[in-house]
């Protein structure tokens, strides 16, 4: 008679060479009842966790990570033009014309600055931005400035991002004016628990709003001035807009004043610089590619629908709703083409939804770097069971929300606090690559330095700008909370 022994499987472990063995995630699972639901619900929200070895496979291609990075400031085209519009109209109707110099100026500013940030990613290819750059060249005590001012930006983007998108739906529907607030925190929600899958899940759920918008905005720009300049056979820009009567004179403070808001289109830029480390390899060339792509997309589309802003007269309605891509929309996309309205709206909520995306791929990453650094507790620094750092990302989450709540989702009252901190980060670490050139003197160093040199001018003068126009309409809040 023979006798087979089979050995009894273990689960609970698995093989990954020879003589070495890794738990399985049946480890992890509670026995008791109440703590064994928990942990299988934790594991139907955000996945079965990650081994720390499988970090490298978490990267990001140049498709989704400009999908994933470069959200925020794409984002930022679906109210940039109209906020520059607000501020113009309480002069008078006559001078919105000035929309268009004003939207050149900033395109102009974010050459400037996408240029000089190409130069930031070869040089710092760990990350780390602003913070990084500044605390190296300038001191610890500008580098906490910088992260400061880019941690309270990244809050304010995810409200922003939020409050817009939500605005744009209501615009569609009325009947959901009531229920801004709520919907804001549900969709705050859902995107902090898709980050809370990891970098390489979200940037592949986030690829397609992404990208679903900018071809939608596109499409939108060419049929637009078609309509407008083909078919029409007329220049429309400057006419045919209703008359508004002046509320105050045009002074250069209200010309400055637009242009410090219409800046909100450049919230995010320095993004990409921040998160070199997510990218495959190799990640510094893959980096500087991805932005130069993000800032020809951002340009392109700003300036597109700034023109037909002014080409089919659109005027912006200070209680945000309809918001002026709405209008923009519904005037484009008329006749047999109406079909398309709610769907260009659909994918305007999605992007400035998943916008906020690169708030949640940063402010984990610079909250990781400052604990690493001892200004932050350590928490900040673990990686969660997908990889992720859940802390920053659920701290991030619970202050959008907060925001969200006190301003009752109000985009015009958001934005106000919006890109003062940014600029000012985007100041310290120009400033700091000035006298990182300036240290190394590598082969080139001095075209280098006349670059970043610029940046830092044309950024801090902008910073100061916003500072001292938005001052008293909630950037004192900004500017209050930076040093704290």
Partial sequence: MRVRIVRQRNLEFRRVAAGELEATEIVDIPKNGLQRATYLAKRFLIGVPIATAMAENERLSKFKALAMLSSDAISSVAFA??????????AG?????????ISLVIIVLLT????????????YPNGGGSYTVARENLGILPGLVAAAALMIDYVLNVAVCVAA?????????????PYIVPIDIALVIVVTLLNLRGVRESGTIFAFPTYFFVASAALMIIIGLIKAYVFLHQPLIGQFIPTVQ?????????????FATGCSAMTGVEAIS???PIFRKPETRNAATTLTWMAVILGTLFLGITLLAMTYAVQANPTGTPTVI??????VFSGPLAFMVPIFLLSVLGILTLSAETSYADFPRLASLLARDRFLPNQFSFRGDRLAFSVGIVV?????SLLLVIFGGDTNALINLFAVGVFIAFTLSQAGMVMHWWHLRTPGWQRSIIINGLGALTTGVVAIVIAATKFLEGAWIVVLLIPI
């Fill in 81 to 90: 033009s109209e906020a520059i519009l607000i501020n113009l109209v309480a």
């Fill in 93 to 101: 109707s006559t001078h919105l014309g000035l929309t268009l110099p």
């Fill in 112 to 123: 400037i600055v996408a240029i000089s940030y190409r130069q930031t990613i070869p040089a």
């Fill in 165 to 177: 998108g939500v605005h744009n739906i209501v615009s569609a529907i009325p009947a959901l004016s």
């Fill in 246 to 258: 002046s509320i105050e004179p045009l002074t250069v403070f209200v010309i400055l004043r637009s």
């Fill in 274 to 276: 921040n998160g070199v």
């Fill in 326 to 331: 709405a209008k923009i929309a519904t005037q």
């Fill in 396 to 400: 991030l989450a619970v202050l959008a």
